[in-house]
């Protein structure tokens, strides 16, 4: 079966430190991944999405970074945390690859910076 | 920005009555998505239109989509309590995904 893995669910970080929230999926390859955030109360801002190993679209120039070193691995880094950065953060993923199709979401990382 | 927008942001209506959303977009798309998040968890894909669809049934769900005037409707009949959630369209270009601002729907019983 697919199923998308996101973790933690919770974290409260100090302003400074650094962040690595990770999201993992099964039961296809080469899916397209994304990272989302959420404000509280708020839309989805698209962060970063990936077609492929290695390949990352940043679409908002910030305090982050994502990576994907496995196929079925999409991480969201940050050096040093901003107060700003608080909110809740959502992985996705379209599980055949294809452009278009519908993308499924875990259940997201609640992030506080304190 | 890209974002869409949601109108109205909330809606609360009784348990029994229709509810109706819409969504603006504005960049060319090759479909439209319309997502729901009950509070605090990840979005769950309710139903899909295509550019070259008008309107979409999925159950008490009724999709429309006018590409000329770049929006969409979601229509959900006979409301419930569980119902209650925000609704989300997301158009869709080659590989991304842009979610408008949402719906906050309260239904009450």
């Known amino acids: 079966s697919q199923t998308i893995h996101q973790w933690p669910a919770t974290l409260v970080q100090p302003v400074g430190s650094p962040l690595s929230l990770e999201c993992t999926v099964e039961?296809?390859?080469?899916?397209?991944l994304y990272w989302y955030r959420q404000a509280a109360g708020r839309g989805l801002q698209l962060l970063f999405y990936s077609v492929g190993i290695g390949q990352i679209s940043s679409e908002v120039p910030q305090n982050l970074s994502a990576s994907r070193p496995q196929d079925r691995q999409f991480i969201l880094s940050s050096k040093k945390l901003l107060l700003s950065d608080s909110g809740f953060y959502l992985c996705a993923w379209n599980p055949d690859g294809v452009s278009g199709n519908t993308i499924y979401f875990g259940e997201g990382s609640w992030l506080t910076v304190v | 920005s890209q974002q869409g927008e949601e109108d109205p942001q909330a809606l609360s209506i009784q348990e029994g009555e229709n509810a109706t959303m819409n969504c603006s977009y504005k960049t060319s798309i090759n479909n439209l998505q319309w997502y729901r998040q009950n509070s605090g968890r990840g979005l769950v894909h309710l139903i899909l239109?295509?550019?070259?669809?008008r309107e979409k049934h999925s159950g008490r769900l009724r999709v429309t989509l006018d590409t000329s005037k770049k929006s969409s409707s979601l229509l959900i009949t006979a409301s419930r309590a569980a119902d209650t959630a925000s609704y989300f369209c997301?158009?869709?270009?080659?590989?991304?995904?842009?979610f408008g601002t949402g719906t906050r729907l309260k239904v009450l019983a």
């Open positions: 997301a158009t869709v270009g080659t590989y991304k995904y842009i």
């Open positions: 239109i295509r550019s070259n669809e």
């Open positions: 039961g296809t390859s080469n899916p397209n």
